[in-house]
């Protein structure tokens, strides 16, 4: 069965630092899948990486996936208070099931 | 637009109830999946369905079932439901399996079970 274990699980960081969120998974994938889910809402994609060494960005945030490492990362740059949400990384495989991991919970300090 | 809706958004039930959460999907995609999100395990995936007639079990799967008829509908089915169920339920769906398309999420159904 495949797991995949975020770090940290909760993170709270000042305004204009930088931060990074770990996704490490068990078996072999080249398909990751960055969501961000505010409180109470649905999960919206934000990036979907689905080769070794690919990198996307967006605004303050960018995601890279090594599948040698098994290990995703999600970079923020200069945080700001708009980006306080909860984070997950999902691994698919060839069926696109995906396994998620148990979120980061992000919160921005003026 | 295309979207994906759930209903309803908030039930209460008793134990022991036959409960279905309804999933439609305007995007024409194929593939469908139900999911529940609870505290401290992230998404689990219940049922997964890759078009008409077609029905998988996830890994959390007892205790739930699902039928697709058509390419729009994922209606899921608590048998008999049980507080242990009590959770937020989210339809999600995608377009190819092959490519690795991103699945896009329903706005989720908060169920309560008494």
């Known amino acids: 069965e495949l797991k995949v274990e975020q770090n940290p699980l909760f993170l709270s960081m000042q305004e204009g630092k930088n931060y990074t969120i770990y996704c490490n998974y068990s078996?072999?994938?080249?398909?990751l899948y960055w969501y961000r889910q505010d409180p109470g809402k649905s999960l919206e994609s934000l990036f979907v990486?689905?080769?070794?060494?690919a990198v996307k960005q967006e605004g303050r945030l960018m995601a890279s996936l090594d599948t040698k490492a098994r290990l995703s990362t999600l970079h923020i740059t200069a945080a700001v208070h708009d980006l306080s949400a909860t984070y997950f990384c999902?691994?698919?495989?060839?069926?696109?099931?995906?396994?998620f991991g148990t979120g980061t919970s992000l919160t921005v300090i003026p | 637009d295309a979207e994906i809706t759930q209903s309803p958004r908030h039930k209460i039930t008793e134990t022991g109830r036959q409960v279905t959460l309804a999933c439609h999907q305007t995007?024409?995609?194929?593939?469908m999946f139900w999911y529940r999100q609870d505290l401290g395990h992230g998404l689990r995936l219940i049922h997964y369905?890759?078009?008409?007639?077609?029905?998988n079990k996830g890994e959390v799967s007892d205790g739930y079932s699902v039928s697709r008829s058509n390419t729009e509908d994922l209606p899921l089915t608590l048998e008999s439901a049980a507080s242990s169920q009590t959770s937020v339920y989210f339809c999600?769906?995608?377009?190819?399996?092959?490519?690795?398309?991103?699945?896009?999420f329903g706005p989720g159904t908060r169920l309560t079970v008494l």
């Open positions: 999600a769906s995608s377009a190819d399996r092959g490519r690795g398309d991103t699945q896009y």
């Open positions: 078996t072999t994938s080249d398909r």
């Open positions: 990486l689905l080769s070794n060494g």
């Open positions: 999902a691994v698919g495989n060839t069926g696109n099931q995906f396994y």
């Open positions: 995007w024409n995609h194929n593939n």
């Open positions: 369905s890759y078009g008409v007639q077609d029905t």
